[in-house]
């Protein structure tokens, strides 16, 4: 159910982007067998559940610091001064 629920998802989303139908099928196959989230609160609640915390600063401290330096640039570079 949940490869239906990627697939049904990926190609949803795909076609509104021109996207070929055999990249969305490549794409909807590999997901599940990864096992990565990108959500840091999808990938809590298994830990949780699994009280198996290997690697999961990756999924809260690397968003942190991403977002740090997002907002250290867009200062530095983008934002124009009045």
Same mark, same amino acid.
């Given at each position: 159910?949940?490869?239906? %629920?990627?697939?049904? $998802? #990926?190609? %949803?989303? +795909?076609?509104?982007? /021109?996207?070929? $139908?055999?990249?969305? #099928?490549?794409?909807?196959?590999?997901?599940?067998? %990864?096992? $990565?989230?990108?959500?840091? $609160?999808?990938?809590?609640?298994?830990?949780?559940?699994?009280?198996?915390?290997? /690697?999961?600063?990756?999924?809260?401290?690397?968003?942190? #610091?991403? +977002?740090? #330096?997002?907002?250290?640039?867009?200062?530095?570079?983008?934002?124009?001064?009045?």
């Amino acid at each position: 159910m949940r490869l239906f %629920t990627v697939l049904v $998802a #990926i190609l %949803t989303l +795909g076609s509104l982007q /021109n996207a070929s $139908a055999q990249e969305e #099928i490549r794409i909807g196959a590999v997901y599940p067998l %990864t096992g $990565a989230a990108m959500n840091p $609160a999808r990938a809590f609640g298994p830990a949780l559940a699994a009280r198996h915390w290997m /690697n999961q600063g990756v999924y809260w401290v690397g968003p942190l #610091i991403g +977002g740090v #330096i997002a907002g250290w640039l867009y200062n530095s570079f983008l934002l124009k001064e009045s």
